[in-house]
């Protein structure tokens, strides 16, 4: 039993050197793919913002729905996504923590019809203003499973303060994504999870409603 949260710190060390070396088995490519396409089926000409765009094996699947802003932070993968965009006509790519990137776009009134949170961590600094850049459009999220995570003090504080406990369940998360939508008067729904070893990845519709109409108030 000693040997346990020591064998968790290995863990998590391969992790962080995959993740260094930017190795596939931690992205899963196919089951994202596969999932945006069944979420996008029959779509076209839409917009979207691909906020941790790695070597873009979402950004190129998001082209054949239309224009595509990638963002990726790390030197090394820039310039690797950039080589590997390099025929697609749709895509804009920009070196820059998202973020920091995504208050800009915000002030900036700009909004997108899909959004992708592809962090390695977790992605809870978005909410709830990230809501702001979407209109009616879908929303991926990748969630790390807090259980099988090693929740040092800091992610203990960090979840505590986004969902009011330190090891949240997926439906706790997802229905704090669905409350934090409503802090912008966003209707937000789940229409897919993926179950990826040590994360989710969600496939949220986003739809902006009248506060009016949604709560049946009328304003006097
Ligand atoms: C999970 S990977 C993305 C994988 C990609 N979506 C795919 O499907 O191939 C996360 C990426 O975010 C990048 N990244 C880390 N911090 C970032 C930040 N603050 N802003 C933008 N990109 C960042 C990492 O370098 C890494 O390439």
Not at 52 to 59: D, E
Not at 174 to 182: K, N, P, S, T, V
Request: aromatic content about 12%; some cysteine.
């Amino acid at each position: 039993m000693g040997d346990k949260p020591k064998l968790r710190v290995i863990d998590h060390e391969i992790v962080r050197k995959k993740q260094r070396g930017y190795c596939d088995t931690l992205h899963h490519p196919d089951e994202k793919i596969n999932q945006i396409k069944q979420v996008l089926e029959g779509q076209s000409d839409l917009s979207t913002l691909d906020l941790f765009a790695g070597r873009g094996n979402c950004s190129k699947i998001y082209t054949d729905y239309g224009f595509v802003q990638a963002n990726e932070f790390k030197g090394k993968v820039f310039t690797e996504l950039r080589e590997q965009i390099r025929e697609y006509p749709n895509i804009f790519i920009n070196r820059t923590n998202s973020f920091l990137d995504f208050h800009k776009r915000i002030a900036e009134k700009q909004t997108f019809d899909v959004i992708d949170l592809d962090p390695y961590g977790f992605p809870n600094r978005f909410f709830p203003d990230v809501f702001l850049l979407i209109e009616k459009g879908f929303m991926f999220v990748t969630m790390p499973k807090p259980y099988v995570n090693i929740l040092n003090g800091i992610t203990k504080v960090h979840l505590t303060s986004y969902y009011g406990e330190q090891n949240p369940s997926m439906e706790t998360i997802i229905e704090r994504i669905a409350l934090w939508g409503l802090c912008h008067w966003r209707k937000v729904e789940l229409i897919d999870s993926l179950d990826l070893k040590s994360v989710w990845r969600f496939a949220f519709a986003v739809e902006k409603v009248k506060a009016t109409e949604y709560t049946g108030v009328r304003n006097r």
